[in-house]
Nanobody, 116 residues
Framework: QVQLVESGGGLVQPGGSLRLSCAAS????????MTWYRQAPGKERELVAS????????NYADSVKGRFTISRDNAKNTVYLQMNSLKPEDTAVYFC?????????WGQGTQVTVSS
């Protein structure tokens, strides 16, 4: 079965960095684009960044451009989100998403809290 397992969240001070990982299984990872979303308390889930199947094309939400970098390692079936210059407004649960032929799949999410 399809599984997406996020890790790497935590508490960080403003200006700090975190690297999120999403390990995928149950489908041919290298065939599909992958996306990171986030959801802050009381807000709708929003797209953060996406990456094409080969890693050659990335897209970012305006709010994270220049601070976040999405990447992937198809040999490890893993997608990453490097987050730098974190701000309190980046506080949210971050989710990995795979939209594949079998369906639309989500990980369980990892909490990122940016606070002093």
């Amino acid at each position: 079965q399809v599984q997406l397992v996020e890790s790497g969240g935590g508490l960080v001070q403003p200006g700090g960095s975190l690297r999120l990982s999403c390990a995928a299984s149950g489908f041919t990872f290298s065939n599909y684009a992958m996306t990171w979303y986030r959801q802050a308390p009381g807000k709708e889930r929003e797209l953060v960044a996406s990456i094409s199947s080969t890693g050659g094309s990335m897209n970012y939400a305006d709010s994270v451009k220049g601070r976040f970098t999405i990447s992937r390692d198809n040999a490890k079936n893993t997608v990453y989100l490097q987050m730098n210059s974190l701000k309190p407004e980046d506080t949210a649960v971050y989710f990995c998403n795979a939209r594949i032929i079998k369906g639309n799949y989500w990980g369980q999410g990892t909490q990122v809290t940016v606070s002093s």
